[in-house]
């Protein structure tokens, strides 16, 4: 991968294979985990200003190179998050590990970057329910609503919404042409907390795609008593 002389370089594995050895210069970040109602105006808001801190204490700016073991949905998730407040993002999947020989973390300088909201990546509940091409990417068995976390107080789907699970994805080569899409349409997407389909959004998003994450995907539906199927 040919990298951005100016880019800033964030490692989003588990700690501690990050303190055993990281790229030269590399933030430690992973935003797997929080799980936000994003709903109301306010609470873009929120998130807005959130990452306008986030950006500014890490030293972000654009160009923000992302890498961990694969295309995981750690990688994607975080990613998702600081373009969606308006960084350049991009993926490195493999090929970094032999540089990955840095233990000191750094202390980068605070930068004065705003977050803007990639509002054309994002889908709240609300837009997800009036979607006209909405996948759930999840497993069959999930979509089918047999299983579900214990976080979640039952299973169930998005009414209206077409399973497409993420293993899928993983094989981008005629992805289109087996889903009926084409470059250029508009696609949402969601799984239970919004990280496998960070996973479909950046590659759907590569195919011309314009993909728009469901970010609080069924774990908020569910927390919002919103209807599902079956």
Request: hydrophobic share 35%; aromatic share 6%.
């Amino acid at each position: 991968m040919n990298l951005p002389e100016d880019a800033v370089l964030v490692d989003t594995r588990p700690r501690p294979a990050y303190e055993a050895g990281h790229l030269p210069g590399a933030r430690h970040l992973d935003l797997s985990a929080p799980k936000l109602r994003l709903r109301e105006e306010e609470e873009l808001k929120a998130l807005e200003a959130g990452l306008t801190e986030l950006f500014q204490t890490l030293g972000l700016k654009s160009p923000v190179v992302l890498y961990d073991e694969g295309l995981t949905s750690r990688l994607c998730r975080t990613a998702f998050f600081l373009g969606l407040g308006g960084l350049e993002v991009q993926l490195w999947t493999e090929g970094w590990e032999p540089y990955a020989t840095e233990k000191e973390e750094p202390r980068p300088e605070r930068t004065e970057v705003v977050a803007k909201l990639r509002r054309d990546w994002l889908l709240t509940a609300d837009e997800a329910a009036r979607h006209p091409l909405l996948l759930d990417v999840r497993s069959p068995e999930e979509y089918q609503g047999k299983v579900h976390p214990p976080c979640c107080p039952r299973g169930g789907r998005i009414p209206g919404s077409k399973n497409v699970p993420l293993e899928l994805f993983l094989s981008p080569e005629g992805l289109l042409e087996r889903l009926g899409l084409r470059p250029g349409e508009e696609v949402g997407v969601y799984c239970h907390s919004g990280a496998r389909s960070a996973v479909a959004f950046f590659v759907l998003r590569s195919l011309g795609v314009r993909a728009r994450n469901y970010l609080g995907s069924m774990h908020e539906w569910l927390q919002e008593g919103l209807p599902t199927e079956p």
